[in-house]
């Protein structure tokens, strides 16, 4: 074992917090009426759990696959799972009134990458899940938790034995259907991150820090970043689900403030929400002074809603110190960067041409502004390097890669897609950023994943749906997201672009219908709005040599209004070309500005 | 309650909370016409359920693909 490592498990954390009655997670229903369970009880069914897992012949290393909404039921089968010495892939649940058939698709896909043996769910989800089930046929199919717990002989027996490098978790970074990606995360990676989160507040004997959560517990902010790290140190957590959130965002302000909450964390879409979705009259008597650290991550940070924030939420007590960007990605067990807990946001304006075209940061008043995500965590390192995988000095815009206790084994069973992502004991993260006084700003991604709403999704699945609308020349289309600058007070959040080539034959109806025709294709087969559809020339998107689509070449092309056809131009061709995608970008700022 | 009154209340839903500019119509689909994400379809169910008093479950709402069946799904939940 290397030095400074952590030597324990998940379990070890289990046992450690099952003996101390105080800790213990707190379930919040729609109607916020409250249940408590301790550590000690969670512990205690889930011996049950682990007993019927046994008894299934579900053994050491094998994985169990879980859909479920936030519950005690998840928390028995994710803890029944890791007892049993097996590994748990939580996945998530149907949406409500959603496409079933698109999920269905992805969930039989996830269950056949992670290899699962048996599926836990609870009942009403697993009505709904059959065909993903059946399509996938893990061994020991889908049953519920009451169905696998054992009611008698709680005595497990002998422990099976867990070596902190054994699998812990395996978590998918995005759900598609095309590559997915599950992270094989160890047990000693899961309790190095959730030391080195909790490294950044301390419990003391006067006061204990204590947290809110509405994340869901398929994603690793919400389990990783909440649950074990409450597990961690034995503390409290209030968990309400993602939906009673969407449904009604005050309910996660008022849990907080109800608890004296002093932890809780959302992606950036999360406190957008509350700006727009929270009345005054649902705030009454809320205070939020007891929030010391609100952690922004898994998405774009947008600077105008942090701002929104803190002057909204301000007349119930909240502080701006609180505001925490962080840094973090499944691959590395969640977070890398934390900026100061304890003092507010900082940013940048830097001039957007030299970013942009030389990847220089040079401060200009009226330029781009980029947030801090903070520093590395205690134990990470983090370097800037250009392509050929040179370190670049500070002020330079690279690839971020990064070093730390936590970084995941590698992707399960795809040893050609973890040798792209790691080397020498090194993550390449995708994403670009530069380091200005020790602290990191993140610019873009070089890699492609579309993040909308803190989720990722593949953009190879979107560009999927637009196949065979009329008018779109086949395989000629890329997904893109990317974070506007937004004039202050608005508040959306990364934007989802389509740009798209017209097939040489396209006929002047197919092209006027065309922009309508890819949202609905989208909608239709992913689930996603799209914000805006550009029309191309053929041949217009940046290729590789081997005829890939570059597909961050071409969004940064079509923001920098360069984003041409190659064929010999007539200067009337060219100013088109220009017009086209200038006017497109002019259209999306004057109907965001109007 | 008549399912013109259950529309009316259903269209103010959308604009009030999801930003549904224009009129709103039974034969409309949620997802293609209505271009409603998962944020956004969790949004309309739950003001549904808020606004009508009633508590949708998994097995009406795997039914429900349009405007209408949303509609027909409330009315009887109403008993009506």
Known sequence: ?????????????????????????????????????????????????????????????????????????????????????????????????????????????????????????????????????????????????????????????????????????????????????????????????????????????????????????????????????????????????????????????????RWKATISPAPNFAYALCLTRISDAEMEGVDLSSWHTALNGAEAVSPPVLRAFCERFARWGFRPEALTPVYGLSEAALAVTFSDPSSPFRSVRVERDALAREGLVREAEEGREIVSVGRPLPNFDLEIRDEGGRALPPDRVGRVWIQGPSLMDGYLNAPEATARALRDGWLDTGDLGFLRGGELYLTGRAKDVVILRGRNHAPEEIERSLEGVPGVRTGCAVAVSWMPELPEGNTEGERLVLLVEEARNASPQQLEALPEACREAVLGAVGLAVDEVVVLEPGTLPRTSSGKLRRQEALRLWLAGELQPPEPVTPLRMAGAVARSGLAYARYRWSRNG | MMDATILEGIAQVAQEHLGWQGPLTADMRLVEDLRLDSVRLLTLASEVENRFRVLLDEADELAIETVGDLVAIVRRKLGA
Not at chain 1, 143 to 165: F, K, M
């Open chain 1, 1 to 257: 074992m290397p030095d400074g490592l952590p030597n324990k498990t998940l379990i070890d954390l289990l046992e450690r917090a099952g003996r101390h009655p105080e800790g213990g997670i707190r379930f919040l229903d729609r109607a916020e009426r409250d249940r408590w369970v301790g550590w000690t009880e969670i512990r205690e069914r889930a011996q049950g759990v682990c007993g019927g897992l046994r008894d299934l012949g579900i053994g050491h290393g094998e994985r169990v696959a879980l859909v479920f909404p936030t519950g005690l039921e998840f928390f028995e089968a994710l803890f029944g799972t890791l007892l049993a010495g097996a590994v748990p892939v939580p996945l998530y649940p149907p949406v409500r009134l959603g496409r079933l058939d698109e999920y269905f698709r992805r969930t039989a896909r996830m269950l056949e990458v992670s290899g699962a043996r048996l599926v836990l769910a609870d009942a009403r989800v697993r009505r709904i899940l059959g065909e993903a089930v059946a399509a996938a046929c893990p061994l020991l199919g889908c049953r519920t938790v009451d169905e696998v717990r054992r009611t008698q002989d709680l005595n497990i027996g002998e422990a099976v034995r867990v070596d902190p490098s054994d699998l812990g978790l395996v978590q998918f970074s995005s759900g598609t259907t095309v590559e997915p990606k599950p992270v094989a995360l160890s047990h000693r990676a899961l309790v190095a991150q959730v030391e080195a989160i909790n490294g950044s507040w301390q419990d003391t004997d006067g006061h204990r820090e204590s947290g809110v959560s509405w994340l869901p517990l398929y994603h690793d902010m919400g389990l990783i970043g909440c649950v074990f790290s409450a597990l961690d140190r034995d503390a409290s957590l209030t968990l309400l689900g993602p939906e009673q959130f969407v449904a009604r965002p005050a309910l996660w302000l008022r849990a907080i403030s």
